[in-house]
């Protein structure tokens, strides 16, 4: 087995030389955590860089669609030719994988999540971004970094080093969109049945059961993600697994620990899996969150506990055969935690740029242009992302207006955005590890391969204990 000790040193020479590869895209330095444009907004040159083209890799979803409908008039107002592709989530990641691992410089720019960076930043695959944002030659006067929700930006930033927590280090990324997980459920199906909003994890159980065949054959309570992969991981089971108390890793004597043979753990997941059992698809092994989130819509699903937004994009006008009737709340609480207790964990849509890239600075005004607020107005509002990363549009009485029409969509988000960060615990293996998790959730829900969801959180404490044991930490 090869070799991974991911050492401070290491760590620390990375980033030195990372930071030093940014200056042939930017000359200044600066503040880390705050932008320090000068001048007047209206004297910036957009087209400084007019003639360059870059590429530009999507994942296929609302928040990519709203940037390919104004590509055009970026391109217009710079003079950068984009070429771009659009791939769906299911083979995106893997694709992204290879042409970054080939140090060929394509794509300059590409959406990724927050917990890619674990892997992408210590790979050497991402170009930090403070310095282009303090650098006034470069960044508009108006770009107003200040004006992100700290919550969008901090856990883009990370210091390289497994186990520290993220909001320390460089940026990585800027954020096009931020996700919470929450019980979205249709309000129509629960006032024909005189049905309450579950509260409690006793509730919501009972009230899924309930709802078996609600709208005919086929049709059943609650639906959640269950494929064979990371992504299964880390929407609703990772935010009621936090709730509930549980912890995925642990730093003891510079090493880091997996705590899934935990109490809280075993708990957490032997309520998930009866809840899938018993209320939940027939084809749930199958179910990303386009599956899910669909059968929402279509009226297959009474419930989903998913991505803020995933619920929303069925309730739009015209979205969906239901849109209209969906409704929001908050993460059901287990038995004995309150409100206080309640976290939410975190997935966030990003733009990053590519270490290998040619076309530095073209790549910035790309991804400063995308993440504006003057873009994340129209994103948020006419482009259908309706978790804006930036307060001024949180604020703004068009994004209200708009949003704001989602029944308690936007007073959900207010209170579980209290204790909102992301969950896991930082590491470069952590889809290695979130992938393994979703096989054992997997053969619990669908096998007799564990005797008890002890013995399978037991087994899996030491699969994880494994993968990560040649990872050298710190306090």
């Known amino acids: 087995m090869k070799k991974r000790v991911i050492s401070v040193l290491l760590c620390a020479v990375m980033v030195g030389s990372m930071l030093a590869g940014c200056g042939k895209g930017s000359d200044s330095g600066g503040d880390d955590d705050k932008a320090k444009s000068s001048g007047k907004a209206e004297d910036f040159d957009w087209k400084n860089y007019e003639g360059t083209t870059i590429n530009v890799m999507f994942n296929e979803h609302n928040y990519s669609k709203a940037v390919i409908s104004k590509i055009e008039e970026f391109e217009d107002l710079t003079g950068i030719t984009v070429e771009y592709s659009s791939t769906p989530e299911s083979n995106y990641f893997d694709k992204l994988n290879t042409s970054l691992s080939s140090r060929s410089g394509t794509p300059d720019v590409y959406m990724t999540g927050a917990y890619q960076v674990w892997e992408y930043a210590s790979a050497g695959y991402m170009e930090p971004l403070e310095d ?14 200040d004006d992100f929700i700290s919550a ?28 919470l997980n929450n019980l979205a459920y249709n309000k129509k199906v629960f006032e024909e049945k005189g049905i309450t909003v579950p509260t409690t994890t006793d509730e919501l159980l009972e009230t899924a059961k309930s709802l078996d065949e609600f709208n005919g054959s086929g049709s059943y309570g609650i639906a959640v993600r269950g494929t064979r992969e990371w992504a299964t991981i880390h929407p609703g089971y990772m935010s009621l697994f936090a709730t509930w108390g549980g912890k995925d890793f642990a730093i003891e004597d510079g090493k880091l620990v997996c705590q899934l043979d935990s109490k809280e753990a075993i708990e957490m997941t032997d309520y998930w899996v009866k809840l899938i059992k018993e209320a939940g698809a027939p084809q749930w092994s199958n179910y990303t969150w386009y599956e899910a989130s669909s059968d929402l819509g279509a009226g297959k699903a009474a419930m989903l506990f998913d991505a ?19 409704a929001w709340s908050t993460i059901p609480l287990p038995e004995g935690k309150t409100e206080e207790d309640m976290k939410a964990n975190v997935w966030i849509w990003s733009l990053a740029m590519n270490a290998d890239s040619k076309n530095k600075d073209a790549a910035w005004y790309f991804i400063q242009y995308f993440t504006s607020p003057d873009y994340m107005l129209y994103a948020g509002t006419d482009g259908a992302s309706p978790d804006t990363p930036r307060t001024s549009v949180m604020e703004s009485d068009e994004y209200k207006a708009i949003v704001g029409k989602a029944d308690n969509y936007l007073e959900s988000i207010d209170v579980l955005s209290e204790n909102a960060t992301i969950q896991f615990t930082p590491q470069p293996y952590f889809f290695e590890c979130t992938t393994k998790w979703a096989e054992v959730l997997q053969d619990l829900v669908l096998t007799d391969k564990y005797s008890s969801t002890e013995d399978a959180m037991k087994q899996l404490k030491k699969d994880l204990d494994a993968i990560v044991s040649d990872l050298e930490v710190s306090e």
């Open 308 to 326: 803020t937004s995933a619920g929303y994009f069925q309730n739009y006008e015209g979205a969906s055969d239901q849109s209209g009737n969906i």
């Open 132 to 145: 282009y944002i303090n650098d006034a030659s470069k960044t508009a006067a108006d770009y107003n970094y």
């Open 152 to 179: 969008t930006v901090e856990p883009l930033k990370w210091d390289l080093v497994p186990g520290h927590a993220v909001g320390e280090g460089s940026q990585w990324a800027l954020p096009m969109g931020w996700e």
